[in-house]
């Protein structure tokens, strides 16, 4: 027996379609039971988000299953492209005995109706999961790129600290060696107030043995005596004792 509501296997939403200017597209690869189970979304070229819009939903046969055409309030150009999916939200309508017969249509209508949500949840729960390793591993990616910059941050702020520690320590060795100059220089300046000392010292004692010495050769001087002539030796330079020449005495006098 051959089904009146063939369901092939589908997930039931056509690929983005570009727009060529008109409004009205169709029809599609898939069949509906109700006008109310389309959604259709647009969006420009290129984007990622899209807008759910309205339309108006036509049978092409009008069929209880059928396929379908889809009218926008408005043309859609090139620019822009839409998707048209099935959305169907379960429900019972009718019953499946009468007159305790099996109504065997209705079963088979009910039995499609059920598989088309079916196939829309699996449509929809694959995407979702795909969006979701999507996700996942762009989380990954950002967490490893996250992970490679704080490696890269550490390593530099480990080199900088290095270079600060060798900068720091070159710094103490430099004080270390002012420190080591300061004290050899007070070293050196205590030596040589050391020698200064005893220089002051050893001049000291010499001047008080010259003085000594001066009082022994002058204690037996009393003077010069009368009467006596003494050698003072005799002036072998040329002195001048006037600043002029007041002529010689041989010279005639005018009275």
Aim: hydrophobic residues 40%; glycine residues 8%.
């Amino acid at each position: 027996m051959t089904t009146p509501y063939p369901l092939p296997r589908s997930i039931r939403e056509t690929e983005w379609l570009r727009g060529d200017g008109r409004s009205s597209y169709g029809t599609f690869d898939f069949k509906i039971f109700d006008l109310e189970d389309v959604q259709v979304r647009l969006r420009s070229v290129g984007d990622d988000g899209f807008d759910i819009v309205d339309v108006t939903v036509s049978k092409s046969a009008g069929a209880v299953f059928d396929t379908f055409t889809v009218t926008f309030p408005f043309a859609i150009d090139s620019d822009r492209e839409f998707q048209v999916r099935g959305m169907r939200l379960h429900e019972r309508t009718s019953d499946l005995f009468r007159g305790g017969s099996l109504k065997s249509l209705e079963v088979e209508a009910e039995t499609s109706k059920a598989g088309v949500v079916l196939q829309e949840v699996r449509r929809d729960v694959s995407d979702n999961i795909g969006l979701w390793h999507a996700e996942r591993a762009a989380r990954i990616a950002g967490d490893l790129l996250l992970h490679g910059r704080i490696d890269h941050e550490a390593f530099i702020r480990m080199a900088a600290d290095d270079v600060l520690r060798s900068e720091r320590i070159a710094g103490d060795q430099r004080l270390q060696a002012q420190v080591d100059g300061i004290n050899d220089e007070l070293d050196q300046f205590d030596s040589k107030i050391a020698r200064a000392e005893a220089a002051a010292e050893s001049s000291e004692n010499s001047a008080q043995e010259a003085h000594e010495l001066v009082q022994e050769a002058t204690s037996g001087f009393v003077g010069f005596k009368d009467g006596i002539g003494y050698d003072f030796g005799f002036i072998t330079q040329t002195m001048t004792y006037f600043d002029r020449n007041f002529g010689s005495i041989a010279d005639p006098v005018n009275n």
